[in-house]
Every structure is written in structure tokens, then in C-alpha cells.
């Protein structure tokens, strides 16, 4: 794909959603640590349910520790892995007071430090709270970056770096809420709605549905 082509989808997704963001939901960069972390193999929807309840209790490192590992779960237990979110999550709030003063750190390092931190939870922190030009790449990433030839790889790493170096500086900040945006809801992975998409003339994917 070449860079006018790039350059013209993200106008185009720019032009459909001039503000894009994450939709967890959040009110600090500690509850953004702690719904990204809960998403892992979880809906949005799912986590923001949970959420609701529990940063009523506690939104801070330190109330989480209060709560403990076993109050923590009570509070998460619908979630898909809860049993070692919550340690995770106990294991992270521990580090962020004694290194951290309780405040989530900006720099990827101390965040992949973190228990139950990786590079793509890293990113989704760095990105949103922080207003890195970082793109975590997950599973609708990888998909439309492969599928419409924005940036082919064989691995999520492989597809982030090669997005980096040729999305456009302009839109490098909201590219990850771009390309996840329409991966959840236009270029899906069993039927991708390639009739209502906005970039579909200048997508690249070969067997396109427009049933």
C-alpha cells in the first residue's frame, strides 16, 4: 500500500470520528491501568459493568490494597480470569505505592514492570492517559492492519512497528482507537461489513462481502 492510500484512510476515518478514544471507562490513569488489565479476554462492556461498581470502592492503589486480593475478586469474579487479575492487580497496586507513590507511571518500562502489564496494556496506557503516538496492537488491530494491507505482519509486534513507521505523523496518536473502533464494529472477523465501510474503495482485501 502506498502513502498517499494510507494517508487518504485515515482522513477518512478521521472525518468520521474527528475524536476517537477508548471505550472502558475511566476517570484516572489508575482506572484505566485497572479496566485494561480486566479486559483481557473480556468485553468492554463487560469490564465497564464491573468497574462500575468497583472504583465506587476503590480508585486508587491504595483502597485496592485495602480491599485485598479476596475482596478485590468478589467485585470481578464475572470476569473470564479473575482469579489472576486480581492477583495482578494486588501485585501492581503493591509496586505502584512503595516505587511509584501510587501514581501510575508514564514511561514503558516501569509500566511492563507491572504485574500483568505486557507491551499492548502498556501501549493502551501510554496512548490514552499519557498521549503517547504509541498503537497497541490486539486482536482487531492485527486483523485490519493484515486485511485491508495498512501493515501486513505475522505477529502483533510485527504489524505495530511496520504501523509506526508508516502511518502518518498527524494521525499516529489516534490511529489505535481508529483501526480498533472499525475492527469491532465494521471490518469484523467472521463478516466484515464491507458496504458500509468508509475506506472499502481503498482497502485491499481480496474477498470483500457486501451481502
Not at 30 to 43: D, H, K, R, W
Not at 145 to 160: D, S, W
Amino acid at each position: 500500500m502506498n502513502a498517499e492510500k494510507r494517508r487518504q484512510i485515515f482522513e477518512r476515518l478521521r472525518a468520521e470520528n474527528p475524536t476517537p478514544t477508548t471505550e472502558l471507562h475511566y476517570s484516572s490513569p489508575f482506572e484505566l491501568l485497572i479496566a485494561v488489565i480486566l479486559s483481557a479476554q473480556a468485553t468492554d462492556r463487560s469490564v465497564n459493568k464491573v468497574t462500575a461498581k468497583l472504583f465506587k470502592r476503590a480508585s486508587t492503589p491504595q483502597e485496592i490494597l485495602a480491599l485485598g486480593e479476596d475482596g478485590l475478586k468478589e467485585y470481578i469474579k464475572s470476569i473470564g480470569l479473575f482469579n489472576s487479575k486480581a492477583k495482578h492487580i494486588v501485585a501492581a497496586c503493591r509496586i505502584l505505592v512503595e516505587r511509584y507513590a501510587g501514581e501510575v507511571p508514564s514511561d514503558r518500562s516501569a509500566l511492563e514492570s507491572l504485574p500483568g502489564v505486557g507491551r499492548k496494556t502498556a501501549n493502551v496506557i501510554l496512548n490514552t492517559a499519557f498521549g503517547h503516538p504509541t498503537i497497541a496492537v490486539d486482536t482487531h488491530i492485527f486483523r485490519v492492519a493484515n486485511r485491508t494491507g495498512l501493515a501486513r505482519g505475522k505477529t502483533v509486534l510485527e504489524v505495530e512497528r511496520r504501523l509506526l513507521k508508516t502511518v502518518p505523523k498527524e494521525f499516529r496518536h489516534d490511529a489505535h482507537h481508529w483501526l480498533i473502533l472499525h475492527g469491532r464494529y465494521t471490518c469484523t472477523a467472521r463478516k466484515p461489513h464491507c458496504s458500509a465501510c468508509v475506506i472499502e474503495d481503498l482497502c485491499e482485501y481480496r474477498d470483500k462481502r457486501y451481502d
